[in-house]
């Protein structure tokens, strides 16, 4: 026997018949452990005793003569647990949906989050008996800091013996997005270079010299700070540079000397460099007196081998 579907417009609020939970899907990640070593402590018996056994060397805490931690990934067999995000609030249910949202703080309105797996496009909502559970999952790509807002709408029909009505609830989840790179860049002026041609200068009208002479390419020094400001130890995988055209770079860092890959432990800096310089068609983009060089790609891998990957904005330098 078919019912008409009530909009929900209670006066009274009422427990609803269906409980939302929004989890955060992680990567698992192991307790970082640095126990200490065992010292052996004087016996003040004469009697003969077996020997106490050496302990585990892998068991014993690290120690070091050098400035820097060359091992840094101690783990422990301990599971770490993920932070807790989201809570939870509590008849035959019919036609489940939900629809997710993300607020982004650079964004004046929300964005509609695809569920995976998609439902088809004209099926109706997904019918629950008691005890069953629906699950979707949601993905978003987080390029902005600050706070974000993800909400959750349910709306499902709850049918009794002699009639139904649809009922809807929403659920915000705020969360904070914070950096795990820091970024720091200065780029300074190098003595240009000079091809097999001629160097000619250029004389404008107004008697101004301007241009940088034909046989001249001009060159520039990139230099960037790598700060690890998350708590965990990263490895940089690659930085590299994706250049405006009429540029080229010259890499001085650990993949040009063949130097094993950087470990940062949290709060640690690790300095590149990069030599910029005008190709022989040059053409180099200015934009409000300022040289424009492009962006600065980094890759790393976390201590269980999880990627992250940041893009820089567009660096450059003033004209000089």
């Known amino acids: 026997m078919s019912h008409q579907r009530y909009a929900s417009h209670d006066p009274v609020k009422e427990p609803h018949s269906i409980s939302l939970k929004v989890l955060r899907l992680s990567r698992p990640s192991l307790v970082a452990q640095h126990p200490f070593p065992h010292k052996a402590t004087p016996t003040t018996t004469t009697t003969t005793t077996t020997p106490r056994q050496p302990p585990i060397s892998a068991s014993l805490a690290y120690t070091t003569t050098h400035d820097t931690n060359p091992t840094p990934f101690l783990l422990s067999p301990i599971l770490n647990l993920p932070p807790s995000f989201g809570s939870a609030y509590r008849k035959y249910i019919r036609d489940v949906r939900i629809?997710?949202?993300?607020?982004?703080?650079?964004?004046?309105?929300?964005?509609?989050?695809?569920?995976?797996?998609a439902p088809a496009p004209d099926a109706d909502g997904v019918d629950l008996d008691p005890g069953r559970t629906l699950q979707r999952i949601v993905n978003f790509d987080l390029k902005e800091e600050g706070n974000h807002v993800l909400g959750v709408t349910v709306s499902y029909y709850e049918a009794t013996d002699t009639s139904g009505r649809t009922r809807t609830f929403r659920k915000l989840y705020q969360f904070v997005c914070k950096p795990s790179l820091i970024v720091r860049t200065k780029a300074s002026p190098l003595v240009a270079t000079t091809t097999q041609e001629e160097a000619v200068a250029v004389t404008v009208a107004g008697g101004e010299k301007g241009g940088r002479g034909r046989g001249r390419r001009r060159r520039w020094v990139l230099e960037a700070q790598l700060e690890n400001c998350s708590e965990d130890t990263t490895e940089l995988e690659r930085v590299v540079l994706e250049l405006e055209p009429g540029l080229s770079y010259r890499d001085c860092n650990w993949e040009a000397s063949g130097s094993p890959k950087p470990v940062l432990h949290p709060g640690e800096v690790e300095q590149v460099c990069f030599v910029i310089e005008e190709t022989e068609d040059g053409g180099v983009e200015e934009q409000d007196g300022k040289i424009m060089f492009g962006v600065m790609c980094i890759a790393w891998r976390s201590e269980m081998g999880q990627k992250g990957y940041l893009a820089t904005n567009k660096l450059g330098t003033r004209h000089v």
């Open 99 to 117: 629809e997710a949202e993300m607020k982004t703080p650079a964004s004046q309105s929300v964005t509609k989050l695809p569920l995976s797996p």
